[in-house]
């Protein structure tokens, strides 16, 4: 499966952005699927992840209750809702998809396929 991410941008603190992940070559249905983000000097970390029917959820503590990730199967497309975003938010953003067990989800060794990564940056 390929996958291509896109809608980063920049915006100011507090702002809102939504980034998509497509997928082509195969069903994300069939993946359980996640955001890592890599800000500039810094180790790739977990965001988000959801599960292959998109029923269950997993956030990094950072972001929970500002993010939002959802899967919407029809367009084969992930998406990450990011409200109220600061500048430690600011970073690249990967989507990734994986056919691990759920508990690997936090771990970006588990992941086979990736996108090229979207560019956030908060700032005022």
């Known amino acids: 499966v390929q996958l291509q991410a896109s809608g980063g941008g920049l915006v100011q603190p507090g702002d809102s952005l939504r980034v998509s992940c497509s997928a082509s070559?195969?069903?994300?249905?069939?993946?359980?699927t996640s955001w890592f983000r890599q800000a500039p000097g810094k180790e790739r970390e977990f965001v988000a992840g959801?599960?292959?029917?998109?029923?269950?959820?997993l956030y990094a503590d950072s972001v929970k209750g500002r993010f939002t990730i959802s899967k919407d199967k029809a367009k084969n497309t992930v998406y990450l809702q990011m409200n109220n975003l600061q500048s430690e938010d600011s970073a690249v953003y990967f989507c990734?998809?994986?056919?691990?067990?759920?508990?690997?989800?936090?771990?970006?060794?588990?992941?086979?396929?990736w996108g090229q990564g979207t560019l956030v940056t908060v700032s005022s």
């Open positions: 990734a998809a994986t056919k691990a067990v759920w508990s690997a989800m936090r771990d970006s060794r588990a992941y086979l396929y």
């Open positions: 070559g195969g069903s994300l249905s069939t993946y359980a």
């Open positions: 959801t599960s292959r029917n998109g029923g269950s959820t």
